[in-house]
């Protein structure tokens, strides 16, 4: 595993089959302090790492998991590809627990973005503003059209395949043309036509539907949540970690960060971590940027807490682990006479958004997403335990029938809510630390959503003609926790991730959101990191000798994507 950063193999860098570095990947010295060191090299941190690095800054990722080998490492199996996940203990409660494990963070260089299932959606404008317009939730401090040129970046540099016109939201095109439609691709469509409910078909998602420099297209063999050995789906482990260590980055593997040090004059000076041979470390670093995940940022910061911050580190306002968000992620399986073939194309390739924004003659606040999901038959067999109560005989039965039954997701706006936390439990990890406590509870609007959302959705299936129509509840996508906000009582960073408490201290992962939509977070994930990284350009060495604080646009920077990204794929339009 992991083999081609272990010091003593130095050559070229290879990240599968499909891509080699030119040389060795630089190497700081232990006593060098680095402009950045981001703790988390997944969705938000590879991109981050990308950007600074080909700005010129001397940057650092300290990443917890291995150095994947997409060739060595990733098995088409859905067992063998457990290693993928998250699976250090955490505590989960409340009165709807979270599934953790294998339905949250990553663990590896890549993190998340490794077993997306790479659905691309963009937030809806009226996202940014839910406080202002429907009064639940809260405003961004920033606006979409903030937000929409990175979009419009980052579906070019992952590059996001899908139909020439998404009618929702803020409606535009994609840089790579749609994926054929597979069986539940075409059930979602069927029965959303059936019942007069506009779909878009082949994506949005990151995956390739032709050939992208020296990645190939999609073969359609189902196994995006397993790393896609491929290289068609789009993960930042091959989208812009390859270009990060051509600039100069570092990237340490098997790294946990365990702490952040604050010095007397209230800034950050490094990050504490135990290293691949279990030994302390302490990195040195001018600025920390925290990029973990929604569970292990607010907890990494409540382990830092400190003389001046006991509450946890830049947690004046107490809303460090404080709104941590899900969205309702129900599965409705329906059984069909005819073959499905769930496995048989990528998960993510058909979705409906029109019942998204907030519709005054329902009882409820904000919408939903409807999606095509493709679990593999140990997901599926799991869920049917859920849906059915199928057990022995009867699950095996139902499981011969695999390939007859198509699955449906609902993906629903849960609203933000102070009581869903990430705190610190009392029990500890292999490295000595306090694990997360994660505690969750739907409240009224998110009941009412779910319960309607759950209804359309059978309907649908029903409509496509299924014979059998069952349904399991669940949660999808964690993001909150740190959230970012105007008035530094009530958030715990601004809008490009500062922490209002400390100048030179960032956090910028999917924790940062403050409402999530209906859309899958990665992309928006991705998109904020390139700003961040823009804003932190710009403002140079200030950032690390000054605490101003500069709220303007840092204006976009093209020339810093990956290569044969910018100005490839169709025209926009919108
Ligand atoms: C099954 C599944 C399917 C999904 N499908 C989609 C989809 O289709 N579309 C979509 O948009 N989203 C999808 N998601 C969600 C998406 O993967 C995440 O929202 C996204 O990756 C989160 O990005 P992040 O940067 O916040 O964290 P991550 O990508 O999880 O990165 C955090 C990284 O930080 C590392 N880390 C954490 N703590 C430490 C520490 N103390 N020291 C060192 N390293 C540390 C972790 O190992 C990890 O690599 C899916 C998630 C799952 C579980
Ligand atoms: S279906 Fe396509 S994207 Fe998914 S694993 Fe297979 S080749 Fe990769």
Redesign the pocket.
Known sequence: MAWFLDGKKDRAHRLGPMQTLPGPMRKFTPTETVDYCI???????GVLLQRLARAGFNVVG????PFWDTERDWVSDEKGSHEL??NDLRITGGTHPLALG????????????V??????PRLHPSDFRIYSEDGVGADWPMYYQDLKPYYELLEREIPVAGPAWFPWGDPHGHPYGPHPLGGVGDVLVKGCTKLGIRTVAGGP??ILSASHGDRPHCIYRGFC?QGCKVGAKAS?LITHVPDAITHGAEIRSL????RISLRKDGRVDGVL?IDRDGKECFQRARAVIV????I??P??LLNSACPGFERGLANSSGTVGKYLMAQAGNVVAGRFDGLIRLYKAP??HALSEEFYETDKSRDFARGFAIQTVGPLPIAFAKQMVAAMGAWGWGLRRVMMDYNHWATLGVLGEILPWKDNSVELAEEKDQYGLRVAKVTFNLHDNDKKLIEFAKNKVMDVMRAAGAEQVVQESRF????GAARMGSNPATSVVDKFGRAHDIPNLFV????ILPTQGS???????QAL?ARTADYLIKHGEEIFTTSNRDQSEPGIRYDLSPPYTWFKGNPHIG
């Open positions: 703790v988390g090299v997944g969705s938000a941190g300290l990443e917890a998991g996940y998250w294998s339905n949250n963070s990553g663990k590896g260089v890549g993190g998340g973005s077993h997306w299932a790479a659905f691309t998602v990151g949540l930042t790294s946990m960060a365990t971590y990029a973990g995940y929604a292990e940022t907890r990494l998960p993510a999808a996508h964690l993001v910028c992962d999917g924790s859309a899958n977070p990665g992309l928006t994930i990191a």
